[in-house]
Protein backbone atom coordinates (compact mmCIF):
# COMPACT_ATOMS: atom_id res chain seq x y z
CA UNK A 1 0.00 0.00 0.00
CA UNK A 2 1.48 3.10 -1.06
CA UNK A 3 1.05 6.34 1.64
CA UNK A 4 -1.40 7.77 -1.27
CA UNK A 5 -3.50 4.67 -0.87
CA UNK A 6 -3.88 5.24 3.16
CA UNK A 7 -6.95 6.05 4.82
CA UNK A 8 -6.63 9.43 7.06
CA UNK A 9 -8.11 9.20 10.11
CA UNK A 10 -7.16 12.65 11.05
CA UNK A 11 -5.21 10.97 14.16
CA UNK A 12 -5.95 7.28 14.38
CA UNK A 13 -2.73 5.34 12.61
CA UNK A 14 -3.62 3.61 10.07
CA UNK A 15 -3.25 -0.57 11.34
CA UNK A 16 0.04 -1.26 10.37
CA UNK A 17 1.09 -1.27 14.03
CA UNK A 18 3.11 -3.03 12.88
CA UNK A 19 5.46 -3.66 10.99
CA UNK A 20 8.56 -2.42 13.30
CA UNK A 21 6.93 -4.73 16.14
CA UNK A 22 6.70 -7.51 14.30
CA UNK A 23 10.41 -7.15 12.58
CA UNK A 24 11.30 -5.94 16.07
CA UNK A 25 14.65 -4.47 16.63
CA UNK A 26 18.33 -5.38 14.85
CA UNK A 27 19.21 -7.26 17.78
CA UNK A 28 15.84 -9.72 18.26
CA UNK A 29 16.18 -10.52 14.97
CA UNK A 30 19.31 -11.37 14.92
CA UNK A 31 18.80 -13.56 17.89
CA UNK A 32 16.02 -14.93 16.18
CA UNK A 33 18.30 -16.34 13.64
CA UNK A 34 19.83 -19.87 14.75
CA UNK A 35 22.30 -19.83 12.89
CA UNK A 36 23.51 -16.14 14.10
CA UNK A 37 22.73 -17.69 17.45
CA UNK A 38 25.23 -20.59 17.11
CA UNK A 39 28.09 -18.04 15.46
CA UNK A 40 27.70 -15.19 18.36
CA UNK A 41 28.16 -18.38 21.01
CA UNK A 42 31.10 -20.05 18.79
CA UNK A 43 32.98 -16.71 18.32
CA UNK A 44 32.05 -16.00 22.15
CA UNK A 45 34.05 -19.22 23.36
CA UNK A 46 36.87 -18.55 20.57
CA UNK A 47 37.50 -14.79 22.12
CA UNK A 48 37.26 -15.98 26.14
CA UNK A 49 39.00 -19.02 25.25
CA UNK A 50 41.86 -17.05 23.75
CA UNK A 51 41.68 -14.48 26.89
CA UNK A 52 41.24 -16.46 29.43
CA UNK A 53 44.10 -19.25 28.27
CA UNK A 54 46.36 -18.77 31.75
CA UNK A 55 43.09 -20.08 33.07
CA UNK A 56 42.66 -22.68 30.80
CA UNK A 57 45.91 -23.96 30.70
CA UNK A 58 48.53 -24.34 32.98
CA UNK A 59 51.00 -25.13 30.07
CA UNK A 60 53.40 -22.60 28.52
CA UNK A 61 52.56 -21.77 24.75
CA UNK A 62 56.36 -21.31 23.69
CA UNK A 63 58.30 -23.30 26.55
CA UNK A 64 60.24 -26.73 24.85
CA UNK A 65 59.90 -30.00 26.48
CA UNK A 66 62.72 -32.16 23.90
CA UNK A 67 61.46 -34.99 25.85
CA UNK A 68 57.55 -34.43 24.97
CA UNK A 69 58.24 -34.11 21.03
CA UNK A 70 55.33 -35.06 19.10
CA UNK A 71 53.84 -36.53 22.37
CA UNK A 72 49.88 -37.86 21.77
CA UNK A 73 47.21 -36.49 23.04
CA UNK A 74 46.51 -37.22 26.37
CA UNK A 75 48.22 -37.50 30.00
CA UNK A 76 50.16 -33.80 30.47
CA UNK A 77 49.39 -32.66 26.74
CA UNK A 78 45.74 -32.88 26.09
CA UNK A 79 46.06 -32.43 22.29
CA UNK A 80 49.66 -33.71 21.92
CA UNK A 81 52.82 -31.29 21.75
CA UNK A 82 54.71 -30.42 18.86
CA UNK A 83 57.88 -31.18 17.17
CA UNK A 84 59.91 -29.57 20.07
CA UNK A 85 57.62 -30.71 22.47
CA UNK A 86 55.29 -27.39 23.18
CA UNK A 87 51.93 -28.15 24.30
CA UNK A 88 49.54 -27.82 21.30
CA UNK A 89 46.67 -26.73 23.61
CA UNK A 90 48.38 -23.87 25.23
CA UNK A 91 49.56 -22.91 21.44
CA UNK A 92 46.04 -22.84 20.38
CA UNK A 93 44.97 -20.80 23.35
CA UNK A 94 47.69 -18.67 23.20
CA UNK A 95 47.81 -17.98 19.36
CA UNK A 96 44.03 -17.07 19.54
CA UNK A 97 45.14 -13.79 21.04
CA UNK A 98 47.23 -12.85 18.27
CA UNK A 99 45.45 -13.87 15.70
CA UNK A 100 41.68 -12.06 17.01
CA UNK A 101 43.99 -8.88 18.23
CA UNK A 102 45.43 -9.00 14.06
CA UNK A 103 41.88 -8.88 13.20
CA UNK A 104 40.73 -6.22 15.46
CA UNK A 105 43.66 -4.35 14.62
CA UNK A 106 43.05 -4.48 11.07
CA UNK A 107 39.45 -3.89 11.10
CA UNK A 108 39.94 -0.65 13.72
CA UNK A 109 42.37 1.06 11.63
CA UNK A 110 40.55 0.43 8.31
CA UNK A 111 37.16 1.82 10.32
CA UNK A 112 38.95 4.63 11.72
CA UNK A 113 39.79 5.86 7.93
CA UNK A 114 37.64 4.68 5.98
CA UNK A 115 34.11 5.66 7.60
CA UNK A 116 35.48 9.87 8.43
CA UNK A 117 36.09 9.55 4.77
CA UNK A 118 33.49 8.14 3.02
CA UNK A 119 31.18 10.30 5.35
CA UNK A 120 32.78 13.60 4.39
CA UNK A 121 33.56 12.65 0.48
CA UNK A 122 30.13 11.30 0.39
CA UNK A 123 28.23 14.40 2.25
CA UNK A 124 30.34 17.07 0.68
CA UNK A 125 31.16 15.84 -2.48
CA UNK A 126 33.03 18.29 -4.81
CA UNK A 127 37.10 18.50 -4.55
CA UNK A 128 37.23 16.75 -1.28
CA UNK A 129 35.17 13.78 -2.89
CA UNK A 130 37.43 13.54 -5.93
CA UNK A 131 40.39 13.80 -4.17
CA UNK A 132 39.96 11.10 -1.38
CA UNK A 133 38.26 8.71 -3.95
CA UNK A 134 41.49 9.62 -6.11
CA UNK A 135 43.90 8.43 -3.32
CA UNK A 136 41.29 5.06 -2.48
CA UNK A 137 41.68 4.23 -5.78
CA UNK A 138 45.37 4.45 -5.64
CA UNK A 139 45.51 1.97 -2.88
CA UNK A 140 43.61 -0.27 -3.99
CA UNK A 141 45.44 -0.66 -7.37
CA UNK A 142 48.16 -1.63 -5.00
CA UNK A 143 48.56 -5.42 -4.88
CA UNK A 144 47.73 -5.83 -1.60
CA UNK A 145 50.51 -8.73 -0.49
CA UNK A 146 53.26 -6.81 -2.21
CA UNK A 147 52.28 -3.74 0.07
CA UNK A 148 52.42 -6.22 3.08
CA UNK A 149 55.65 -7.85 2.24
CA UNK A 150 57.05 -4.22 1.41
CA UNK A 151 55.73 -3.49 5.18
CA UNK A 152 57.23 -6.16 6.64
CA UNK A 153 60.81 -5.71 4.70
CA UNK A 154 60.83 -2.16 6.30
CA UNK A 155 59.63 -2.34 10.08
CA UNK A 156 60.63 -5.63 10.38
CA UNK A 157 58.49 -8.94 11.64
CA UNK A 158 56.03 -7.24 13.69
CA UNK A 159 52.61 -9.00 13.61
CA UNK A 160 50.58 -5.74 14.94
CA UNK A 161 52.20 -3.02 12.91
CA UNK A 162 51.60 -5.45 9.75
CA UNK A 163 47.60 -5.96 10.51
CA UNK A 164 47.41 -1.94 10.94
CA UNK A 165 49.52 -2.43 7.36
CA UNK A 166 46.55 -4.44 6.57
CA UNK A 167 44.24 -1.73 8.04
CA UNK A 168 45.03 0.64 5.44
CA UNK A 169 44.92 -1.27 2.61
CA UNK A 170 41.27 -2.50 3.65
CA UNK A 171 40.52 1.07 4.15
CA UNK A 172 39.45 2.04 0.73
CA UNK A 173 36.87 -0.70 0.85
CA UNK A 174 35.11 0.95 4.05
CA UNK A 175 35.14 4.11 2.38
CA UNK A 176 33.92 3.24 -0.77
CA UNK A 177 30.76 1.09 0.73
CA UNK A 178 30.51 4.31 3.28
CA UNK A 179 30.81 6.69 0.05
CA UNK A 180 28.37 5.20 -1.34
CA UNK A 181 25.68 4.33 1.57
CA UNK A 182 26.21 8.70 1.99
CA UNK A 183 25.28 9.45 -1.21
CA UNK A 184 22.44 7.20 -1.70
CA UNK A 185 20.94 9.07 1.46
CA UNK A 186 22.27 12.09 0.99
CA UNK A 187 19.70 12.17 -1.71
CA UNK A 188 16.60 11.39 0.80
CA UNK A 189 14.02 13.95 0.97
CA UNK A 190 13.82 13.79 4.61
CA UNK A 191 17.82 14.72 4.89
CA UNK A 192 16.19 17.85 2.67
CA UNK A 193 13.98 18.49 4.98
CA UNK A 194 16.19 18.14 8.16
CA UNK A 195 18.49 20.93 6.17
CA UNK A 196 15.36 22.58 5.59
CA UNK A 197 14.47 22.58 8.89
CA UNK A 198 17.80 24.38 9.83
CA UNK A 199 19.55 21.60 11.35
CA UNK A 200 23.81 21.62 11.05
CA UNK A 201 25.80 19.35 8.84
CA UNK A 202 26.98 17.40 12.35
CA UNK A 203 23.38 16.91 13.32
CA UNK A 204 22.52 15.77 9.78
CA UNK A 205 25.13 13.49 9.75
CA UNK A 206 24.33 12.02 12.77
CA UNK A 207 20.75 11.79 13.37
CA UNK A 208 20.37 10.48 9.54
CA UNK A 209 23.42 9.73 7.64
CA UNK A 210 25.58 7.52 10.34
CA UNK A 211 22.39 5.09 10.77
CA UNK A 212 22.04 4.50 7.42
CA UNK A 213 25.57 3.82 6.97
CA UNK A 214 26.02 1.82 10.57
CA UNK A 215 24.85 -1.47 8.73
CA UNK A 216 26.61 -2.23 5.58
CA UNK A 217 30.05 -1.00 7.86
CA UNK A 218 28.87 -3.27 10.50
CA UNK A 219 28.19 -6.19 8.14
CA UNK A 220 31.53 -5.78 6.02
CA UNK A 221 33.49 -5.56 9.62
CA UNK A 222 32.53 -9.18 10.26
CA UNK A 223 33.69 -10.04 6.75
CA UNK A 224 37.08 -8.09 7.15
CA UNK A 225 37.53 -9.44 10.60
CA UNK A 226 37.49 -12.86 8.85
CA UNK A 227 39.70 -11.88 6.34
CA UNK A 228 42.14 -10.86 8.74
CA UNK A 229 42.62 -13.66 10.62
CA UNK A 230 43.11 -15.39 7.05
CA UNK A 231 45.20 -13.04 6.35
CA UNK A 232 47.52 -13.14 9.58
CA UNK A 233 47.97 -16.69 9.96
CA UNK A 234 49.19 -16.57 6.11
CA UNK A 235 51.78 -13.98 7.46
CA UNK A 236 52.76 -16.45 10.48
CA UNK A 237 52.99 -19.71 8.15
CA UNK A 238 55.38 -18.22 6.11
CA UNK A 239 57.24 -17.46 9.10
CA UNK A 240 57.07 -13.76 8.50
CA UNK A 241 55.25 -13.02 11.59
CA UNK A 242 56.61 -11.84 15.61
CA UNK A 243 59.52 -14.68 15.84
CA UNK A 244 58.58 -17.05 19.35
CA UNK A 245 54.80 -15.88 19.61
CA UNK A 246 52.95 -18.82 19.34
CA UNK A 247 49.86 -18.08 16.71
CA UNK A 248 47.71 -19.97 14.39
CA UNK A 249 49.85 -19.27 11.36
CA UNK A 250 52.97 -20.61 13.05
CA UNK A 251 50.96 -23.73 14.38
CA UNK A 252 50.43 -24.33 11.01
CA UNK A 253 53.89 -23.51 9.53
CA UNK A 254 55.43 -25.62 12.52
CA UNK A 255 52.73 -28.53 11.24
CA UNK A 256 53.45 -28.42 7.47
CA UNK A 257 57.06 -29.01 8.22
CA UNK A 258 56.53 -32.14 10.00
CA UNK A 259 53.96 -32.85 7.57
CA UNK A 260 54.79 -36.82 6.74
CA UNK A 261 56.44 -36.91 10.29
CA UNK A 262 53.10 -36.02 11.92
CA UNK A 263 50.54 -34.46 9.96
CA UNK A 264 48.06 -34.93 12.81
CA UNK A 265 49.53 -31.19 13.75
CA UNK A 266 47.92 -29.59 11.03
CA UNK A 267 44.32 -30.55 12.53
CA UNK A 268 44.08 -28.05 15.53
CA UNK A 269 45.26 -24.86 13.86
CA UNK A 270 43.67 -25.69 10.74
CA UNK A 271 40.14 -26.68 11.87
CA UNK A 272 40.33 -23.45 14.15
CA UNK A 273 40.74 -21.48 11.82
CA UNK A 274 38.71 -22.14 9.50
CA UNK A 275 35.76 -22.34 12.04
CA UNK A 276 36.58 -18.64 12.67
CA UNK A 277 36.74 -17.92 9.53
CA UNK A 278 33.32 -19.52 8.56
CA UNK A 279 31.71 -18.29 11.53
CA UNK A 280 32.82 -14.59 11.14
CA UNK A 281 31.42 -14.77 7.56
CA UNK A 282 28.21 -16.71 8.46
CA UNK A 283 27.43 -13.83 11.22
CA UNK A 284 28.02 -11.11 8.42
CA UNK A 285 25.22 -12.83 6.23
CA UNK A 286 23.04 -12.89 9.23
CA UNK A 287 23.81 -9.04 10.48
CA UNK A 288 23.24 -8.11 6.62
CA UNK A 289 19.77 -10.05 7.04
CA UNK A 290 19.10 -8.53 10.46
CA UNK A 291 20.40 -5.11 9.97
CA UNK A 292 19.21 -4.60 6.60
CA UNK A 293 15.45 -5.48 7.32
CA UNK A 294 14.43 -1.80 8.30
CA UNK A 295 11.93 0.09 7.20
CA UNK A 296 12.10 1.25 3.64
CA UNK A 297 13.59 4.60 2.56
CA UNK A 298 11.58 6.41 -0.76
CA UNK A 299 14.92 7.90 -2.62
CA UNK A 300 14.32 11.42 -3.92
CA UNK A 301 16.11 14.49 -5.67
CA UNK A 302 17.43 17.36 -3.51
CA UNK A 303 17.85 20.63 -3.13
CA UNK A 304 20.80 24.12 -2.25
CA UNK A 305 22.38 27.31 -2.51
CA UNK A 306 21.45 30.12 -4.06
CA UNK A 307 25.26 31.57 -5.83
CA UNK A 308 25.49 35.39 -6.79
CA UNK A 309 26.74 37.38 -4.23
CA UNK A 310 25.57 41.26 -4.51
CA UNK A 311 24.79 43.31 -2.21
CA UNK A 312 21.30 44.84 -2.71
CA UNK A 313 18.97 47.13 -0.94
CA UNK A 314 16.82 45.83 1.81
CA UNK A 315 13.32 45.41 0.97
CA UNK A 316 11.42 48.47 1.90
CA UNK A 317 7.18 48.05 2.58
CA UNK A 318 5.54 45.03 4.06
CA UNK A 319 7.36 42.93 1.56
CA UNK A 320 8.73 39.87 3.73
CA UNK A 321 10.27 38.06 0.24
CA UNK A 322 11.90 39.95 -2.43
CA UNK A 323 12.88 37.77 -5.72
CA UNK A 324 13.59 39.64 -8.41
CA UNK A 325 15.09 38.01 -11.63
CA UNK A 326 15.60 34.57 -10.73
CA UNK A 327 17.31 32.20 -12.67
CA UNK A 328 18.17 28.73 -12.02
CA UNK A 329 20.55 26.93 -14.25
CA UNK A 330 21.75 23.16 -14.93
CA UNK A 331 24.92 22.25 -16.54
CA UNK A 332 23.80 19.45 -18.70
CA UNK A 333 25.68 17.30 -21.48
CA UNK A 334 24.17 19.33 -23.96
CA UNK A 335 24.88 22.96 -22.84
CA UNK A 336 23.81 25.20 -20.35
CA UNK A 337 19.73 24.35 -19.62
CA UNK A 338 17.81 27.35 -18.16
CA UNK A 339 15.10 26.09 -15.81
CA UNK A 340 14.01 29.24 -14.20
CA UNK A 341 14.46 32.21 -15.94
CA UNK A 342 14.50 35.72 -14.51
CA UNK A 343 11.49 35.23 -12.25
CA UNK A 344 10.28 38.04 -10.20
CA UNK A 345 7.91 37.90 -7.25
CA UNK A 346 6.94 39.45 -3.26
CA UNK A 347 5.21 37.75 -0.89
CA UNK A 348 3.90 40.16 1.94
CA UNK A 349 3.51 39.73 5.24
CA UNK A 350 0.52 37.35 5.85
CA UNK A 351 0.06 37.55 2.44
CA UNK A 352 -0.90 34.11 0.57
CA UNK A 353 0.41 33.74 -3.26
CA UNK A 354 0.20 31.21 -5.39
CA UNK A 355 2.52 29.66 -8.04
CA UNK A 356 0.80 27.72 -11.02
CA UNK A 357 1.54 26.38 -13.52
CA UNK A 358 1.99 23.36 -15.64
CA UNK A 359 4.57 20.38 -14.97
CA UNK A 360 7.65 21.56 -15.10
CA UNK A 361 7.36 24.89 -15.42
CA UNK A 362 9.77 25.59 -12.98
CA UNK A 363 7.88 26.35 -9.75
CA UNK A 364 9.72 24.03 -7.50
CA UNK A 365 12.91 24.85 -8.99
CA UNK A 366 12.34 28.81 -7.45
CA UNK A 367 10.79 27.34 -4.22
CA UNK A 368 13.69 25.25 -3.74
CA UNK A 369 16.18 28.30 -5.38
CA UNK A 370 14.30 30.54 -2.62
CA UNK A 371 15.18 28.47 0.17
CA UNK A 372 18.38 27.91 -0.68
CA UNK A 373 18.40 24.05 -1.66
CA UNK A 374 19.05 23.44 -5.07
CA UNK A 375 20.66 20.33 -5.82
CA UNK A 376 24.74 20.42 -6.64
CA UNK A 377 24.66 20.25 -10.25
CA UNK A 378 21.81 23.44 -10.08
CA UNK A 379 22.91 27.24 -10.17
CA UNK A 380 20.72 29.67 -8.72
CA UNK A 381 21.50 33.67 -9.38
CA UNK A 382 19.09 36.72 -8.89
CA UNK A 383 19.46 40.01 -8.76
CA UNK A 384 17.60 40.47 -5.92
CA UNK A 385 16.87 37.49 -3.49
CA UNK A 386 15.88 39.32 0.27
CA UNK A 387 13.64 38.06 3.30
CA UNK A 388 12.59 40.48 5.99
CA UNK A 389 15.34 42.83 4.51
CA UNK A 390 18.40 40.22 4.76
CA UNK A 391 20.18 39.33 1.65
CA UNK A 392 20.06 35.96 1.21
CA UNK A 393 22.33 35.38 -1.85
CA UNK A 394 25.73 35.49 -0.32
CA UNK A 395 24.34 33.85 3.61
CA UNK A 396 26.60 30.70 4.65
CA UNK A 397 25.85 27.54 5.24
CA UNK A 398 25.21 28.24 9.08
CA UNK A 399 23.46 31.89 8.44
CA UNK A 400 21.09 30.12 6.02
CA UNK A 401 20.34 26.92 8.70
CA UNK A 402 19.91 29.62 11.34
CA UNK A 403 16.82 30.53 9.00
CA UNK A 404 15.72 28.14 7.14
CA UNK A 405 12.83 26.08 8.97
CA UNK A 406 13.18 28.66 11.92
CA UNK A 407 11.96 31.99 9.93
CA UNK A 408 11.19 30.24 6.88
CA UNK A 409 9.34 27.04 6.89
CA UNK A 410 8.94 24.26 4.30
CA UNK A 411 6.17 22.18 3.70
CA UNK A 412 7.03 19.04 0.89
CA UNK A 413 5.32 17.03 -1.80
CA UNK A 414 5.50 14.06 -0.44
CA UNK A 415 5.37 13.89 3.37
CA UNK A 416 6.30 10.13 3.35
CA UNK A 417 9.55 10.39 1.72
CA UNK A 418 10.09 13.23 4.38
CA UNK A 419 10.30 11.79 7.27
CA UNK A 420 13.28 9.39 8.31
CA UNK A 421 12.01 5.85 8.64
CA UNK A 422 14.43 4.96 11.36
CA UNK A 423 13.29 7.74 14.09
CA UNK A 424 10.15 8.27 15.90
CA UNK A 425 7.48 11.02 15.19
CA UNK A 426 8.60 12.90 18.23
CA UNK A 427 12.28 12.34 17.51
CA UNK A 428 11.70 14.14 14.50
CA UNK A 429 9.74 17.23 15.72
CA UNK A 430 11.74 17.65 18.98
CA UNK A 431 15.05 17.81 17.09
CA UNK A 432 14.64 21.11 15.29
CA UNK A 433 12.71 22.94 17.63
CA UNK A 434 15.70 21.92 20.41
CA UNK A 435 18.19 23.37 18.24
CA UNK A 436 16.41 26.26 16.91
CA UNK A 437 14.45 27.19 19.66
CA UNK A 438 17.13 25.85 22.52
CA UNK A 439 13.98 24.01 24.74
CA UNK A 440 14.45 21.43 26.61
CA UNK A 441 13.35 17.59 25.96
CA UNK A 442 10.89 18.19 27.91
CA UNK A 443 9.81 21.37 26.64
CA UNK A 444 10.05 20.29 23.06
CA UNK A 445 7.95 17.48 23.67
CA UNK A 446 5.43 19.23 25.42
CA UNK A 447 5.25 21.47 22.40
CA UNK A 448 5.07 18.45 20.02
CA UNK A 449 2.13 16.82 21.16
CA UNK A 450 0.52 20.28 21.01
CA UNK A 451 1.19 20.70 17.86
CA UNK A 452 0.19 17.25 16.64
CA UNK A 453 -2.91 18.00 18.48
CA UNK A 454 -3.43 21.30 16.58
CA UNK A 455 -2.71 19.88 13.30
CA UNK A 456 -5.89 17.68 14.13
CA UNK A 457 -4.08 14.45 15.18
CA UNK A 458 -6.36 12.80 17.12
CA UNK A 459 -4.34 10.54 19.40
CA UNK A 460 -0.95 13.11 19.54
CA UNK A 461 0.80 10.80 22.00
CA UNK A 462 0.49 7.77 20.12
CA UNK A 463 1.72 9.92 16.85
CA UNK A 464 4.38 11.14 18.47
CA UNK A 465 5.70 7.96 19.80
CA UNK A 466 5.13 5.83 16.27
CA UNK A 467 7.73 5.63 13.33
CA UNK A 468 6.88 6.91 10.03
CA UNK A 469 5.46 3.62 8.86
CA UNK A 470 2.77 3.01 11.02
CA UNK A 471 1.01 6.58 10.38
CA UNK A 472 -1.12 7.35 7.09
CA UNK A 473 0.24 9.58 4.21
CA UNK A 474 -2.26 12.39 5.45
CA UNK A 475 -1.05 11.78 8.83
CA UNK A 476 2.67 12.53 7.94
CA UNK A 477 1.77 15.66 6.34
CA UNK A 478 -0.18 16.65 9.50
CA UNK A 479 2.75 15.76 11.14
CA UNK A 480 5.09 17.76 8.79
CA UNK A 481 3.07 20.92 8.34
CA UNK A 482 3.27 20.51 12.48
CA UNK A 483 7.12 21.07 12.37
CA UNK A 484 7.45 23.27 9.82
CA UNK A 485 5.29 25.66 11.97
CA UNK A 486 6.75 24.91 15.08
CA UNK A 487 9.41 27.42 15.25
CA UNK A 488 6.57 30.06 14.62
CA UNK A 489 8.71 30.63 10.76
CA UNK A 490 7.30 33.99 8.99
CA UNK A 491 7.22 32.66 6.03
CA UNK A 492 6.11 29.12 4.97
CA UNK A 493 6.75 27.45 1.43
CA UNK A 494 4.46 24.88 0.44
CA UNK A 495 4.90 22.34 -2.17
CA UNK A 496 2.35 21.08 -4.09
CA UNK A 497 1.02 19.52 0.02
CA UNK A 498 -1.86 17.92 -1.45
CA UNK A 499 -0.32 16.58 -4.54
CA UNK A 500 0.78 12.89 -2.74
CA UNK A 501 -2.24 12.54 -0.82
CA UNK A 502 -5.83 10.83 -1.22
CA UNK A 503 -8.28 13.49 -2.65
CA UNK A 504 -10.05 12.89 0.81
CA UNK A 505 -7.59 14.56 2.41
CA UNK A 506 -6.36 17.05 0.27
CA UNK A 507 -9.20 19.68 1.04
CA UNK A 508 -8.37 18.62 5.14
CA UNK A 509 -5.10 19.28 4.63
CA UNK A 510 -5.41 22.69 2.67
CA UNK A 511 -8.03 23.95 5.51
CA UNK A 512 -5.38 23.31 7.98
CA UNK A 513 -2.81 25.06 6.20
CA UNK A 514 -5.40 28.24 5.69
CA UNK A 515 -6.05 28.17 9.53
CA UNK A 516 -2.21 28.15 10.34
CA UNK A 517 -1.76 30.76 8.16
CA UNK A 518 -4.20 33.61 9.44
CA UNK A 519 -4.18 32.33 12.74
CA UNK A 520 0.60 32.96 12.42
CA UNK A 521 -0.16 35.96 10.02
CA UNK A 522 2.75 33.65 8.08
CA UNK A 523 3.28 34.73 4.31
CA UNK A 524 2.47 31.54 2.65
CA UNK A 525 3.65 30.42 -0.89
CA UNK A 526 1.58 27.70 -1.80
CA UNK A 527 3.03 25.54 -4.80
CA UNK A 528 0.30 24.00 -7.05
CA UNK A 529 -1.06 23.45 -10.18
CA UNK A 530 -4.85 23.63 -9.23
CA UNK A 531 -6.40 26.17 -9.69
CA UNK A 532 -9.51 25.31 -7.52
CA UNK A 533 -6.62 25.37 -4.84
CA UNK A 534 -5.68 29.06 -5.70
CA UNK A 535 -9.23 30.11 -5.76
CA UNK A 536 -9.95 28.75 -2.35
CA UNK A 537 -6.46 29.90 -0.52
CA UNK A 538 -4.77 32.61 -2.71
CA UNK A 539 -4.25 36.01 -2.39
CA UNK A 540 -2.20 37.08 -5.42
CA UNK A 541 -1.17 34.26 -8.24
CA UNK A 542 1.92 33.77 -9.79
CA UNK A 543 1.81 32.49 -13.48
CA UNK A 544 4.59 29.98 -14.71
CA UNK A 545 5.44 28.56 -17.53
CA UNK A 546 8.56 27.29 -18.78
CA UNK A 547 10.70 28.87 -16.31
CA UNK A 548 9.38 32.37 -16.53
CA UNK A 549 6.33 34.23 -15.18
CA UNK A 550 3.96 35.23 -17.61
CA UNK A 551 0.72 36.82 -15.05
CA UNK A 552 0.73 37.73 -12.20
CA UNK A 553 -2.34 38.99 -10.52
CA UNK A 554 -4.62 39.40 -7.48
CA UNK A 555 -6.24 35.86 -7.41
CA UNK A 556 -9.84 37.33 -7.70
CA UNK A 557 -8.85 39.09 -10.79
CA UNK A 558 -6.73 36.39 -12.41
CA UNK A 559 -10.14 34.59 -12.36
CA UNK A 560 -12.07 37.13 -13.44
CA UNK A 561 -10.25 38.49 -15.76
CA UNK A 562 -7.10 36.73 -17.27
CA UNK A 563 -4.60 38.59 -19.12
CA UNK A 564 -2.54 36.30 -20.35
CA UNK A 565 -3.25 33.67 -23.08
CA UNK A 566 -1.61 30.88 -21.42
CA UNK A 567 -3.26 31.57 -17.92
CA UNK A 568 -6.71 31.45 -19.72
CA UNK A 569 -5.65 28.01 -21.45
CA UNK A 570 -4.81 26.93 -17.81
CA UNK A 571 -7.80 28.06 -16.23
CA UNK A 572 -10.07 26.48 -19.47
CA UNK A 573 -7.99 23.58 -18.66
CA UNK A 574 -9.85 23.06 -15.60
CA UNK A 575 -12.58 20.16 -14.88
CA UNK A 576 -14.50 22.69 -12.88
CA UNK A 577 -17.64 24.36 -14.59
CA UNK A 578 -17.23 22.39 -17.58
CA UNK A 579 -19.91 20.60 -18.86
CA UNK A 580 -20.41 17.06 -17.67
CA UNK A 581 -19.34 14.15 -20.03
CA UNK A 582 -21.71 11.85 -20.97
CA UNK A 583 -22.39 8.78 -19.96
CA UNK A 584 -19.55 5.73 -21.52
CA UNK A 585 -21.15 3.58 -23.40
CA UNK A 586 -19.23 0.03 -24.08
CA UNK A 587 -20.01 -1.78 -27.35
CA UNK A 588 -21.81 -5.20 -27.41
CA UNK A 589 -18.88 -6.17 -29.38
CA UNK A 590 -15.61 -5.38 -27.71
CA UNK A 591 -13.89 -2.38 -29.18
CA UNK A 592 -12.63 0.98 -27.77
CA UNK A 593 -15.08 2.87 -25.39
CA UNK A 594 -17.15 5.76 -26.50
CA UNK A 595 -19.37 8.64 -25.33
CA UNK A 596 -22.80 8.24 -25.53
CA UNK A 597 -23.22 11.94 -27.10
N1 LIG B 1 18.54 18.22 -11.37
C1 LIG B 1 18.03 18.69 -12.49
N2 LIG B 1 18.76 18.75 -13.63
C2 LIG B 1 18.25 19.25 -14.78
N3 LIG B 1 16.99 19.73 -14.88
C3 LIG B 1 16.22 19.68 -13.78
C4 LIG B 1 16.69 19.18 -12.54
N4 LIG B 1 15.69 19.28 -11.62
C5 LIG B 1 14.64 19.82 -12.28
N5 LIG B 1 14.96 20.06 -13.56
C6 LIG B 1 14.09 20.61 -14.60
O1 LIG B 1 13.59 21.85 -14.17
C7 LIG B 1 12.34 22.07 -14.78
C8 LIG B 1 11.43 22.64 -13.73
O2 LIG B 1 11.20 21.64 -12.75
P1 LIG B 1 10.26 21.89 -11.50
O3 LIG B 1 10.38 20.71 -10.62
O4 LIG B 1 10.54 23.21 -10.92
O5 LIG B 1 8.85 21.91 -12.19
P2 LIG B 1 7.45 22.12 -11.49
O6 LIG B 1 6.81 23.26 -12.15
O7 LIG B 1 7.60 22.20 -10.01
O8 LIG B 1 6.76 20.77 -11.91
P3 LIG B 1 5.84 19.78 -11.05
O9 LIG B 1 4.52 20.45 -10.90
O10 LIG B 1 5.77 18.56 -11.90
O11 LIG B 1 6.57 19.54 -9.75
C9 LIG B 1 11.86 20.73 -15.32
O12 LIG B 1 11.92 20.77 -16.73
C10 LIG B 1 12.85 19.75 -14.79
O13 LIG B 1 13.10 18.75 -15.72
Given at each position: MTHTERRDTRGTPDSAPGTARRRGRPLSRLLRNRVAVVCLALLALIVAASVFAPLLTSASPTRATLDDAFAPPGGGHLLGADSVGRDVLARLLYGGRVSLLGGFIAVAVALLIGVPAGLLAGYYRGRLDAVVSWV?????????????????????????????????????????????????VREELYVDAARVSGLGDARIVRRHILPVVQAPTIIQSA???????????????????????????????????????????????????????????????????????????ATRRRPRTVSAP?????????????VEDLRVTYATRDGERTVVDGVSLTVRRGEVVGLVGESGSGKSQTAFAILGLLPPEGRGEAGRLSFDGRDLRGLGRKERNALRGCRIAYVPQEPMSNLDPAFRIGTQ????????????????????LALLERVGIAEPERVYHAYPHQISGGMAQRVLIAGAVSCDPELLIADEPTTALDVTVQAEVLDLLRELQREREMGLILVTHNFGVVADICDRVVVMRTGQVVETAPAGQLFAEPRHEYTRMLLDSTLEDAPPRAPLRIPATGGPLQETV
Open positions: ASLLMAAPAIMVLLVSIAAIGPDTNATMAVLGLILAPGVFRLVRASVTSQMFGVAVVIQAGIEFLGLGSAGQASWGAMLNEAFANLYTKPSLLVAPGLTIVLTVATLGLLANALRDALLDTPGRASTPAAADDSLLVLTDPMRAHLKLTAREAREKA
